[in-house]
Every structure is written in C-alpha cells, then in structure tokens.
C-alpha cells in the first residue's frame, strides 16, 4: 500500500497518476475534496481508499505493516497564507508524526520541502543537508520557514533518529501541469495566461521593483510536473537513495520567456503588458530561482529536464486545450 497526502492537489494527483501508470496498485489517496473541481484531479484513478486528514492516523494504526511508503505531499502551500499556527500545524507537526509513524513502523518517506526555503536566494540554490547550511537560509514567509524548520528537524533525526528505511525531502522549485485548476490564482502562470493568449489578449505580468531585472525579467526554474513525478518513482524504485533534493531543472528561465512560450503553443506571437507587484508581496518576492541539480545527480537519477518551450507545448495543446484537461 502507498499512501499519497495531498492527493487530490496538483504535484500529489499527477505522482497518483504515474504510480498507477508503472503498474502500481492499493493507492491510497489522503486529502479533503470539498466542493470545488479537486475530485476531477483524481476521477481516472483506481484507488483503495479516500481518506480524510483528521482520520489518517486511526487508518495508519488499522493498516500497520502493510504500507510500503507515504508520499506527504500535503501542505497548506499559499505564499500568501498569513496565520502561521496553522501552516506549523498542517507543514510541521503533521509531517513530524508521519516521519516518526514510518520510521516505527518501516515504511518509506518521501516529504515535499520547498525551493521558498531559500529565501530570496542570496546564499545560492544548493541543497547542501549540512546542519551549517541550513542553519544559514532565511525564508521569506511563514509557508517556506515551516518547510525549512522540517528540513532541520529532519536533519537532527538523520543524525540521531528515529529514521525510516528510506526517505526523502524534494525541493520543488516552479511546477507547472495539468491538475492545477483548483489552486485559482495560486495556479502557475502558464495556467493564468491561456485563458488569456486564447482569446488574443495581451497577458500583464508583474513589472520588476529591482534595477537588476527588466520588467518580465524576473527568473525563475520552471519545471513540467512529468519530471517530477519521474524523479518520485526512481526514488521508489531506489530504495538505497535517501537526502533532501532540489527538483528544478538547473536553469533559470524568465516570465517573459514563459509567456511567450503559452502564446506560441497556440501558435500566437507574445503580446505582454507590465503591472505593479503589489506592495504586501515586493519585500518577500524572489526574483532569482534557479536549483542546483547535482546532488540529485550524484545519487544516480538519469532522467534530464524537459526544456522549457517543449513542457509549455505539452500543458497547453494535450491539457489546457482538451475538452478534459485533467490527467
């Protein structure tokens, strides 16, 4: 049995996907469908069970010894969320007891940290584990502190314990795909300007508040959520690999850059105006992302980024521009 939290969100639908598209069975899926469009995130999946996050640990103690691995990719993921008990709630304490249920009970942990933990990367973009390094980073919002203060505590564990047979914390740096409608305007932006280049208008991206990046100019590592679920299920097929990685690309590429690319993917020419960032995100914004993928590298992982232009293509005419753009 694997248990995948957050399931029914965009990074946890899409590993739902291809773990049952490399022939993986008893999926369980933990998350809170609502009343909105999430349940079509996962309305192609043949799961074992839908479980509510207040009744997973009464499931977890019914079902010991037969989960193999939980993916914890639930998270209160907002930037933008302000009250920071309960992000420490849902961020830390939860992925906490899940560490601690797996390493009591020999089941594999795979955790989602977040490239936000960087802060806004001025000590660089490396997923060096070293209790000095990550002493060093300072997030620039409750969302990325709760993911580093994990990231730490991880790291006290690995020293001491408890630790599971495997695990690992990927950094995900700027993930577009399928399966993200629900997320509104926490959605990626290739999501925010089809709506737009379809109908032939200009999209407005933020103007720059830094004399070192023109307006679009800012940088960030998009990465085709097909990559990172690629990078998932080597680790699942990797039981000796353990560590906290980036999951990025390693190149850095603009919103400018980005637009265009949704444009052209409807075979239309860019047309981009400029907007104020608003002044509550300007002191937290990064303008600069772009992850160091040799960690990653150096633990055995072949697969290679999908460039940029080729990820935007496959999200807009196989997805966006299909009657049914769920995976």
Same mark, same amino acid.
């Given at each position: 049995m694997i248990i995948v939290t957050g399931g029914a969100g965009f990074i946890g639908s899409n590993i739902l996907a291809g773990l049952e598209e490399r022939g993986h069975g008893d999926l369980v899926l933990v998350d809170r469908l609502r009343d909105g469009v999430k349940w079509r995130n996962v309305a192609k999946r043949d799961l074992a069970d839908i479980v509510a996050p207040e009744a997973l640990p009464a499931f977890l103690d019914g079902h010991r010894g037969e989960v193999s691995a939980i993916l914890h990719m639930g998270a209160i993921s907002a930037t933008t969320e302000r009250d920071a008990d309960r992000i420490i709630e849902?961020? +830390?304490? %939860? @992925?906490?007891? %899940? =560490? %601690? =249920?797996? *390493?009591?009970? #020999?089941?594999r942990f795979v955790y989602a940290s977040s490239a936000a933990t960087y802060g806004d990367g001025a000590l660089g973009f490396d997923d060096d584990f070293s209790p000095a390094a990550l002493a060093r980073l300072r997030p620039l919002n409750a969302y990325g502190w709760s993911k580093h203060l994990f990231d730490r505590k991880v790291r006290h564990w690995v020293d001491s314990g408890p630790v599971p047979p495997q695990w690992a914390g990927l950094k995900f740096f700027n993930v577009y795909g399928p399966n993200e409608t629900h997320k509104g305007p926490q959605s990626s932006v290739v999501s925010q300007i089809h709506p737009v280049a379809r109908r032939g208008e200009s999209f407005a991206l933020f103007k720059s508040h830094d004399p070192r990046y023109a307006d679009g100019g800012q940088l960030r590592d998009f990465v085709w959520i097909g990559d990172v679920v690629d990078i998932v299920l080597w680790l699942l097929e990797t039981p000796k690999v353990s560590g906290l990685f980036n999951v990025g690309? #390693?190149? $850095?590429? @603009? +919103? *400018?850059? %980005? $637009? *265009? *690319?949704?444009y052209r993917a409807l075979g239309a020419e860019p047309a981009l105006t400029y907007r104020d960032m608003p002044e509550a995100l300007r002191d937290k914004y990064q303008y600069f992302t772009q992850a160091e993928m040799g960690r990653l590298r150096a633990a055995g992982y072949p697969g290679q980024a999908t460039p940029l232009e080729e990820g935007v293509r496959r999200y807009v005419q196989d997805y966006l521009e299909q009657a049914d753009p769920f995976r």
């Open positions: 849902n961020n +830390f304490r %939860l @992925s906490r007891d %899940l =560490w %601690l =249920w797996c *390493a009591a009970n #020999g089941a690309t #390693g190149r $850095a590429r @603009s +919103f *400018a850059d %980005l $637009a *265009a *690319a949704v």
